[in-house]
């Protein structure tokens, strides 16, 4: 081929002939190479790949995916972007998904149910080969579009949160366990008066934290004081302002448990313009990692909850679901969360314990 042809095939998308003339294969060949076909020996394979390279060849995917019915995107719905805590599940989940060959596509749907919908019937009409869902609060409960991508074939697997009353494929965490622990600790310090600031009541892991607060309480003997119970979002504004409101009630609680990080982030900013300080004047546990937690002093209390491993259990589940190596039955992972205590709850008096915590917080970076 002349420099005069390659650079008029530079100037536009090399042809499939072109490439395989230029390997000296067949087209059948290149096919398999863009398939990932095991038909192609290694030496095949590599020429292949180097005359695309030289010819500047990209193939069409879209027409791929008409003939093939299938895409190699997998898209992945997150409820909220900002949240530290999800960018941890999608690096997991994209380093499984990447290394089987598919594109991952990621929407952000900021808790909005309908915003939820609209992606996806988005992704159904491109033909995403599988899908990776946390849902938004769904007062209605109306699942319809979960639905509908599953009787498409589209795979589903929900991540972290499950829509209520659908049986279906996802990985999350033991919140019953993770908040009741955390509890059980700030009981075994004497709390009596333990104030929660949970998530929306629509979100299935916000009701699985009330349960764990409710449980642990219960074991103690505790009765649970409504007046120590608030209800926010999972974000900064509702952490602050239930702080504050609940600090300048009285009798104020002696310790809080707030059930995210995000949250946990906006009770600091509370705690700090009302001057009152951790644990001397109140005793503050979080349920997740508070972003820059390691950072603050007191070190806070925390439920750590796996979030890598929550986007590789979810990939992989995808994926088996994708190879058909799965029965049809839905599968649900539950991953364990860990408690690690801090000065924010004990102390810095404690040196023992806050020692075995800074420790186990080093082996965590």
Same mark, same amino acid.
């Given at each position: 081929?002349?420099?005069?042809?390659?650079?008029? +095939?530079?100037?536009?998308?090399?042809?499939?002939? /072109?490439?395989?003339?230029?390997?000296?294969?067949?087209?059948?060949?290149?096919?398999?190479?863009?398939?990932?076909?095991?038909?192609?020996?290694?030496?095949?394979?590599?020429?292949?790949?180097?005359?695309?390279?030289?010819?500047?060849? =990209?193939?069409?995917? =879209?027409?791929?995916?008409?003939?093939?019915?299938?895409?190699? @995107?997998?898209? +992945?719905?997150?409820?909220? &972007?900002?949240?530290?805590?999800?960018?941890?599940?999608?690096?997991?989940? %994209?380093? @499984?998904? @990447?290394?089987?060959?598919?594109?991952?596509?990621?929407?952000?749907?900021?808790?909005?149910?309908?915003?939820?919908?609209? $992606?996806?019937?988005?992704?159904?009409?491109?033909?995403?080969?599988?899908?990776?869902?946390?849902?938004?609060?769904?007062?209605?409960?109306? &699942?319809?579009?979960?639905?509908?991508?599953?009787?498409?074939?589209?795979?589903?697997?929900?991540?972290?949160?499950?829509?209520?009353?659908?049986?279906?494929?996802?990985?999350?965490?033991?919140?019953?366990?993770?908040?009741?622990?955390?509890?059980?600790?700030?009981?075994?310090?004497?709390?009596?008066? &333990?104030?929660? &600031?949970?998530?929306?009541?629509?979100?299935?892991?916000?009701?699985?934290?009330?349960?764990?607060? %409710? !449980?642990?309480?219960? /074991?103690?003997?505790?009765?649970?004081?409504?007046?120590? *119970?608030?209800?926010?979002?999972?974000?900064?504004?509702?952490?602050?302002?239930?702080?504050?409101?609940?600090?300048?009630?009285?009798?104020?609680?002696?310790?809080?448990?707030?059930?995210?990080?995000?949250?946990?982030?906006?009770?600091?900013?509370?705690?700090?313009?009302?001057?009152? =300080?951790?644990? %001397?004047?109140?005793?503050?546990? *979080?349920?997740? /990692?508070?972003?820059?937690?390691? !950072?603050?002093?007191?070190?806070?209390?925390?439920?750590?909850?796996?979030?890598?491993?929550?986007?590789?259990?979810?990939?992989?589940?995808?994926?088996?679901?994708?190879?058909?190596?799965?029965?049809?039955?839905?599968?649900?992972? #539950?991953?364990?969360?860990?408690?690690? $205590?801090? /000065?924010? #709850?004990?102390?810095?008096?404690?040196?023992?314990?806050?020692?075995?915590?800074?420790?186990?917080?080093?082996?965590?970076?």
């Amino acid at each position: 081929m002349s420099s005069a042809q390659e650079t008029n +095939i530079h100037k536009r998308n090399a042809t499939i002939q /072109e490439v395989a003339r230029r390997a000296k294969v067949s087209v059948g060949t290149v096919s398999n190479v863009l398939n990932n076909s095991n038909a192609v020996s290694g030496l095949l394979q590599r020429r292949v790949e180097q005359a695309m390279r030289d010819l500047n060849y =990209h193939p069409n995917n =879209h027409a791929r995916s008409l003939k093939s019915r299938r895409s190699s @995107v997998i898209g +992945i719905v997150i409820s909220n &972007i900002t949240n530290p805590f999800f960018p941890l599940v999608l690096r997991g989940a %994209e380093s @499984v998904i @990447v290394r089987h060959g598919y594109m991952l596509t990621i929407f952000n749907t900021d808790d909005d149910i309908e915003r939820e919908r609209q $992606i996806f019937s988005l992704l159904r009409t491109h033909r995403v080969d599988g899908m990776l869902a946390v849902v938004a609060p769904n007062p209605a409960n109306d &699942i319809a579009h979960i639905v509908q991508a599953i009787d498409m074939g589209i795979p589903v697997v929900c991540l972290d949160r499950t829509p209520h009353g659908l049986n279906i494929d996802s990985v999350v965490v033991d919140n019953v366990r993770g908040s009741a622990m955390c509890v059980r600790h700030l009981v075994d310090l004497g709390h009596r008066k &333990i104030a929660i &600031i949970n998530g929306s009541s629509w979100l299935q892991t916000a009701r699985d934290r009330y349960k764990g607060y %409710e !449980m642990a309480l219960d /074991e103690a003997n505790i009765k649970i004081d409504r007046n120590l *119970v608030r209800e926010g979002d999972f974000r900064f504004d509702s952490g602050y302002k239930m702080t504050k409101d609940l600090l300048l009630n009285h009798p104020r609680p002696t310790a809080l448990f707030v059930a995210n990080g995000t949250m946990g982030l906006g009770a600091l900013q509370g705690l700090n313009e009302l001057a009152i =300080h951790c644990p %001397e004047q109140i005793a503050l546990a *979080v349920f997740d /990692e508070i972003p820059g937690g390691r !950072m603050l002093r007191p070190l806070i209390t925390s439920v750590i909850q796996p979030a890598y491993d929550l986007g590789v259990k979810a990939g992989e589940l995808l994926i088996s679901r994708l190879t058909g190596k799965m029965s049809p039955d839905p599968v649900t992972i #539950t991953l364990q969360a860990e408690l690690i $205590i801090g /000065e924010s #709850t004990i102390g810095s008096g404690r040196a023992a314990i806050s020692r075995r915590s800074k420790n186990v917080l080093r082996k965590r970076k």
